[in-house]
């Protein structure tokens, strides 16, 4: 996969009217699914890798990416926590980062003695229930509902808890933003913690996210999670195929199917950093030890909720001075 925004930026170009004809055909989710958990699913057979939806939410998304001071604090220990920074990298497209909230991953697998090639987008899962949210000391993550589940970046020190605990090590944090930066420089945090987040201000007026309406094959459709399922399920017995996400995690809100086995296509993919795998998961959340730690972090949370919101304040009293002058 190209690791910069030419090829995309020629590929906008060309695919713009096919992927204005798809979107007109996608049902808005916020009509009809008000107080439902709404869902993506993902069609593997249809993507063709052009990367039309990693542009439309890099176009979408800039003033939500952050914008780090510079120079960074130093921590203390130095080794407490290591520097990350995108911000002279944000044109990277073959990962996540905290400038690339989706990236196509591209899996080589052998079917019937011959490699065929499937592309796919990867992005935040969603869980039905996140540990991200749940095991966040400061309460900075958390599921609306409607099935997204979100970073509050007047929250979120970079501490990287929602990363360690995902199964799938999703979010991505950038240093030198956020509220560390005016209450802890060098003993606590060290950033923000960024990933998907599902276009909510887009899901909020009745429009699509932005990698939906883009894309010129329909790879991805999004509606009531109950719906979602069905579909998927009705994909997979006519294909043959096969179902990631309805149960990962205890349920994930992105659904994929595909019509070759999900641990062929996890052998097919490069793994690692900002690279999710395609693995069976667990229910990290039904188990008594992490439900016991999230009642435990709960008083922490409502601690940091009333520091975000002087942080936040603080923060739009200084833009009012920064304007008057």
């Not at 039905?128 to 949210?133: K, L, R, V």
């Not at 960024?194 to 007026?205: L, P, Q, T, V």
Request: proline share 7%.
């Amino acid at each position: 996969m190209s690791q910069n925004l030419s090829r995309r930026s020629f590929l906008k170009g060309t695919l713009a009217a096919a992927g204005a004809l798809g979107a007109s055909a996608i049902p808005s989710p916020a009509r009809g699914a008000q107080g439902k958990e709404i869902a993506t699913l993902i069609d593997i057979r249809k993507c063709i890798g052009c990367e039309a939806c990693v542009e439309a939410c890099h176009e979408a998304n800039q003033a939500k990416f952050p914008r780090p001071k510079k120079p960074f604090p130093k921590m203390i220990p130095a080794s407490k926590v290591k520097v990350s920074d995108w911000s002279e990298k944000k044109d990277v497209t073959d990962r996540l980062t905290p400038y690339n909230w989706v990236f196509i991953q591209e899996a080589k697998v052998e079917v019937n003695g011959k490699q065929q090639t499937f592309t796919f987008p990867r992005r935040c899962m969603h869980c039905q229930n996140p540990p991200c949210a749940n095991l966040c000391p400061w309460g900075a993550a958390g599921k609306g509902e409607n099935g997204i589940t979100l970073i509050n970046p007047e929250l979120c020190l970079g501490g990287a808890k929602c990363h360690d605990v995902c199964p799938w090590n999703i979010p991505q944090r950038q240093t030198g933003v956020g509220p560390y930066l005016d209450l802890m420089p060098s003993l606590a945090g060290n950033g923000v913690m960024y990933k998907c987040d599902r276009c909510f201000n887009r899901i909020k007026d009745g429009d699509v996210p932005a990698c939906i309406e883009v894309c010129p094959e329909n790879v991805q459709r999004i509606g009531p999670r109950e719906e979602m399922v069905k579909e998927a399920h009705r994909i997979a017995e006519e294909i043959g195929g096969y179902i990631y996400g309805e149960k990962e995690n205890g349920g994930t809100n992105t659904i994929y199917v595909s019509p070759v086995p999900f641990e062929s296509l996890d052998k097919g993919i490069q793994k690692g950093a900002g690279k999710p795998h395609l693995s069976a998961v667990a229910d990290s959340m039904g188990h008594a030890e992490n439900m016991g730690k999230a009642m435990l972090i709960a008083p922490l949370a409502g601690i940091a909720a009333a520091v975000g919101k002087f942080y936040g304040f603080t923060k739009k009293l200084q833009g009012s001075e920064e304007e008057k002058r």
